[in-house]
């Protein structure tokens, strides 16, 4: 008999869901891309992960991430490294090295030193700008009226491409409202597209709110307790 193994039922479980939602609010099928968040997990969760198919990976944390990156880099598949943390610009020379997409910018400074220790050798790297559309002043990520200008100044840096918005919206609410929140950055997405960018990757949703993003137009939802099961409390 084979062994239960939950990271393999729970990614099971959860592209149906995705593909139910898809369905459910006319997505086209197979349009939403799933992003295993493995922070705070070990190599032998991402390694079951990989072993199910599962390709593209979200850290937080630069060492954490660069040890499993390290780690996996003889691994065939090889893992698409994801970086969704907040930013520190010493970190910058690191990120730009490991990972092929960066989903948490938000400041200019970081764009440039990213494009500057983005290796030759490797395609530039994708980037997604992070939005703050609840206007927290607690969390990151930049308000809807900056993302132009910031925008405009990331097309043209070189090594990275500017593949289109993120955003982790407040906890509290209904799914209505979510949805409603995730609809807004779905329209910024929109206008800059029509004012020239052309920008296919919409970064929304969690373990407790992809569905309300799939309503809304996410093709990128980032999960980590939904597949890996639960993390221990926050530092
Ligand atoms: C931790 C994290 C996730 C995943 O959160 P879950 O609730 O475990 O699905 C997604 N995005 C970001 C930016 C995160 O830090």
């Known amino acids: 008999m084979e062994q239960f193994n939950p990271i393999k039922t729970n990614l099971t479980q959860i592209k149906q869901q995705i593909s139910q939602a898809e369905k459910q609010f006319n997505r086209p099928s197979g349009s939403v891309k799933l992003l295993a968040v493995s ?7 991402i390694q079951c992960a990989l072993g199910c198919g599962q ?13 499993k990156i390290k780690g996996l880099q003889a691994n065939s598949p090889q893992p698409v490294w994801h970086f969704i943390g907040n930013i520190q610009s010493n970190k910058t020379k690191l990120i730009a090295e490991h990972f092929s997409w960066v989903h948490s910018l938000s400041r200019l400074k970081i764009a440039e030193r990213l494009n500057q220790t ?14 703050n559309i609840d206007q927290e002043n607690s969390k990151s990520g930049i308000d809807a009226n900056e993302v132009l200008t910031l925008a405009q100044a990331v097309s043209s840096l070189d090594k990275l491409t500017l593949r289109g918005l993120m955003v982790i919206p407040k906890r509290e609410g209904s799914w209505d ?5 995730f609809k807004a950055v779905t329209n910024l997405q929109q206008q800059l597209n029509r004012a020239g960018f052309k920008l296919d ?5 969690m373990s407790n709110d992809f569905t309300a ?7 990128l939802v980032r999960l980590g307790e939904a597949i890996f099961g639960a993390r221990v409390p926050k530092r």
């Open 118 to 131: 983005r290796p030759e050798s490797l395609p530039p790297l994708n980037v997604l700008i992070e939005v």
């Open 55 to 67: 390709i593209d990976f979200g850290e937080n944390l630069v060492q954490e991430a660069v040890m």
């Open 39 to 45: 922070k705070q997990k070990n190599l032998a969760d």
């Open 177 to 181: 409202e979510k949805v409603l929140t």
């Open 213 to 219: 993003a799939i309503a809304a137009g996410s093709n």
């Open 201 to 205: 990757t919409l970064s929304m949703g």
